[in-house]
C-alpha cells in the first residue's frame, strides 16, 4: 500500500510563500514519478507540477516561474516551494505517484497517476 500524506497548507496573503511536502513513508520517492494537483470549488481538478524518476521536472504554465517542485531522497519527501502566490492559487493541493508511465513536456506532465493522498488546503487572500 502506498501512502502519500501531504503537509504545509495554510492561508496567505497574495505574494506570499508557502512550501508544501509530500511524505511517502513506505517507498522510495525517485523510484517513482511523484506530481502535485489542485482542484479548486467547482472546478475540475489541474495537474500543477511533478518530478519523475530521473529528475526531470515539469510545470502547468500558470505556475512556471513562481513554483519549484524538488525531492529529498533520505527524507522520503517531494516538495513544491509556492512563490508569489496569487487568489487563483487557493485550492486543495494533493500529491500522487506513479509507478512509471509519467512523460513530461513543456506544458506539464501526463500520464496515469496510480496513488493520490489527501490533500492540504492552500489559500491565498487579502
Known amino acids: 500500500q502506498v501512502q502519500l500524506v501531504e503537509s504545509g497548507g495554510g492561508s496567505v496573503q497574495p505574494g506570499g510563500s508557502l512550501r508544501l511536502s509530500c511524505t511517502a513513508p513506505g517507498f522510495t520517492v525517485d523510484y517513482y514519478a511523484i506530481g502535485w494537483f489542485r482542484q479548486a470549488p467547482g472546478k475540475e481538478r489541474e495537474e500543477v507540477s511533478c518530478?519523475?524518476?530521473?529528475?526531470?521536472?515539469g510545470y502547468t504554465d500558470s505556475v512556471k516561474g513562481r513554483f519549484t517542485i524538488s525531492r529529498d531522497v533520505a527524507k522520503k519527501t517531494v516538495y513544491l516551494q509556492m512563490n508569489n502566490l496569487k487568489p487563483e492559487d487557493t485550492a486543495v493541493y494533493y500529491c500522487?505517484?506513479?509507478?512509471?508511465?509519467?512523460?513530461?513536456?513543456?506544458?506539464?506532465?501526463?500520464?496515469?497517476?496510480?496513488?493520490r493522498g489527501q490533500g492540504t488546503q492552500v489559500t491565498v487572500s487579502s
Open positions: 500522487a505517484a506513479a509507478d512509471g508511465g509519467i512523460a513530461v513536456f513543456d506544458t506539464g506532465c501526463f500520464g496515469l497517476w496510480d496513488y
Open positions: 518530478i519523475i524518476e530521473d529528475g526531470r521536472t
